[in-house]
């Protein structure tokens, strides 16, 4: 009540005149703020309660980016062509590729064994799928395979999407043959495998000739190298033992047969003079 009027009217009315203006039922007019919201009057309201008006007019609005729906907008802008990915977002990764093409792992490595002769024609051949179901077709495949590696000096050929290696010895070719996706080196440890083998059964002399002669331990050797394309065996030492204890294991040849029948002749015929 003491202080000048100009300082009441510099900050804010006196209590006197406040009293006044409440008495009348003229409420103070509320001052509008920068945001929109009505602020109350400084003089009516406490300043806490002003500052937490304005707040919750604030936070009444909801933020652009966390609205519910802006993500399926998004999506339905995108799908019709409306514009590219919004800055700030990751391109899409590549898709993966389907399990069923992915190749796995197989024990079955070996799809086909044959020896040609100097003019391929063949002299043993052991085939293990049904790349090529008929006789006519395996002979037809291994007539191109002996004219693309007959004249050439590698030991590596690829025809009709399968791996070749193959070696040659005088008159004679020695071939395995695998997928497009085998590894060579165990296709080549295959052949050198079938080629010792060879070489310790014929006595170092691995030609057509003594082959031929010795036809039925070739295919013992190849039956102990692959099995049904899975490679059992690949250490020559350890074929050539697991051939020689068949054939002393094998049935009795014509021979042994009739000095069986002789013998048994001789013991009936003793025993009927008994």
């Not at 309201?45 to 907008?73: C, F, I």
């Amino acid at each position: 009540p003491n202080a000048p009027a100009y300082l009441w009217s510099a900050s804010a009315p006196s209590p006197a005149e406040a009293w006044e203006l409440g008495g009348e039922g003229r409420p103070p007019q509320p001052t509008q703020c920068p945001s929109g919201a009505e602020q109350p009057n400084s003089a009516r309201a406490p300043l806490w309660v002003v500052e937490s008006a304005a707040m919750h007019k604030a936070e009444a609005r909801p933020r652009q980016h966390d609205h519910p729906g802006a993500s399926a907008r998004g999506a339905a802008a995108a799908a019709s062509g409306g514009g590219g990915p919004r800055p700030g977002l990751a391109p899409p990764g590549p898709m993966e590729s389907p399990a069923g093409l992915m190749l796995e792992p197989s024990l079955y490595t070996i799809k086909a064994i044959f020896i040609l002769d100097s003019f391929g024609q063949r002299l043993l051949a052991k085939y293990y799928d049904n790349t090529f179901p008929s006789t006519k077709e395996q002979k037809i495949f291994e007539k191109n395979v002996f004219n693309k590696t007959h004249k050439t000096d590698s030991e590596i050929a690829f025809l009709e999407g399968l791996t070749i290696v193959y070696k040659s010895s005088i008159d004679l070719f020695l071939y395995v043959v695998g997928s497009s996706q085998e590894n060579e080196l165990m296709l080549m440890s295959v052949l050198n495998c079938l080629f010792e083998s060879l070489n310790h059964m014929l006595r170092k002399s691995v030609e057509k000739r003594t082959l031929v002669e010795n036809m039925d331990g070739a295919f013992l050797i190849v039956d102990e190298i692959v099995d049904g394309g899975v490679i059992l065996e690949s250490d020559p030492q350890q074929v050539v033992q697991n051939v020689n204890f068949r054939m002393d294991d094998s049935p009795l040849s014509e021979h042994s047969v009739s000095q069986v029948l002789q013998s048994a002749k001789e013991q009936i015929k003793w025993s009927l003079l008994k």
